[in-house]
């Protein structure tokens, strides 16, 4: 394992302390996260289970209809499922971090609705300034000004998205794109409630030609996490301030994951990290 391997060089993190720590030490923090609830197989214990070996964040959705709610793929006005808000309420409990990127509008709002802390859309930005992405009002992973500050007023986070067509609405998207992106969101909903949420993964092309699909691409300069350093200096070059820029570049993610872990019911026990043996991860019970 990269974690075991790495000497203390790559930590996972727990809890936010964690993460500081990490910082000061030079290391590397993991915080384990998932895009999209189906490793969880519609129960709660396995959710329990997860929490247990350090799964801090939760994402409801990754673009397909599942038992949690509808995606952004959906355009009949459905919401979260029973099921869903259940999730939701659990992960409040755990003090788990509630990823709605990939949902449906409603689904969101929805969310919003049943979760007691804030909540992120972990790679999104405003659909405002990009509108050929959804040109008839439906699906999109960007979100309309109306549901960002809903988002930004329930003390949420919205974290920017890096890929070109998503920044620009097509290939070849510069860093002035993905500047404006920042700009807007900072102006409409506060620096606060803004981060970067790049979505990097490896851009196989057999991947998208064996589906029909275009290939994705980055934003040209910031295509892997090696580039990082690019984003601060897009962020200073377009006059943010030194302390916008901090909570962009992790303070409001960092904020959020301690306001999170607050909200933690006192009712609940306190779990033991990595328990040994899956019946002890599971409290007993083992899915069908």
């Given at each position: ?8 060089r ?17 290391a ?7 895009e ?7 129960r709660?214990e ?60 409603r ?8 979760s ?5 859309v ?25 549901l960002l500050?809903e ?30 992106q ?10 606060n ?17 064996n ?5 994705f ?5 910031v ?12 962020l ?7 302390d ?36 002890a ?8």
């Open positions: 394992m990269v974690v075991d391997s790495s000497e203390g790559i930590r996972i993190a727990l809890e936010p302390e964690d993460i500081v720590a990490a910082k000061q030490d030079g590397i923090a993991l915080l384990l996260g998932t999209g609830a189906r490793l969880i197989e519609g709660i396995v959710l329990h289970m997860l929490y247990r070996l350090g799964l801090r964040q939760l994402g409801l959705s990754w673009a397909f209809d599942t038992e949690i709610g509808a995606p952004q793929s959906d355009r009949s006005g459905r919401g979260l499922t029973d099921f869903g808000r259940d999730v939701v309420r659990e992960l409040n409990n755990l003090g788990m971090v509630v990823d709605a990127t990939h949902l449906a509008r689904s969101i709002e929805d969310v919003l609705e049943t007691k802390s804030p909540i992120t972990s790679h999104s930005g405003a659909a405002a300034l990009n509108p050929t992405l959804n040109p008839e009002g439906g699906w999109s992973q960007l979100l309309p000004d109306d500050k988002v930004a007023a329930a003390g949420g986070v919205i974290s920017v998205h890096f890929m070109s067509h998503i920044v620009k609405g097509g290939p070849g998207a510069e860093l002035h794109h993905l500047m404006a920042f700009r807007y969101l900072t102006d409409l909903i506060g620096p409630h803004v981060a970067c949420g790049p979505d990097y993964l490896p851009l196989n092309p057999q991947l998208w030609e589906q029909g699909a275009e290939p691409s980055y934003v040209r300069g295509e892997t996490v090696a580039d990082f350093r690019n984003v601060t200096r897009m200073v070059a377009g006059g943010m301030s030194d916008d820029i901090r909570w962009i570049l992790g303070q409001s993610l960092l904020s959020l994951f301690r306001t999170v872990r607050q909200f933690r019911s006192p009712n609940q026990r306190q779990y033991v990290f990595a328990a040994e043996g899956f019946g991860c599971t409290e007993g019970i083992t899915p069908l």
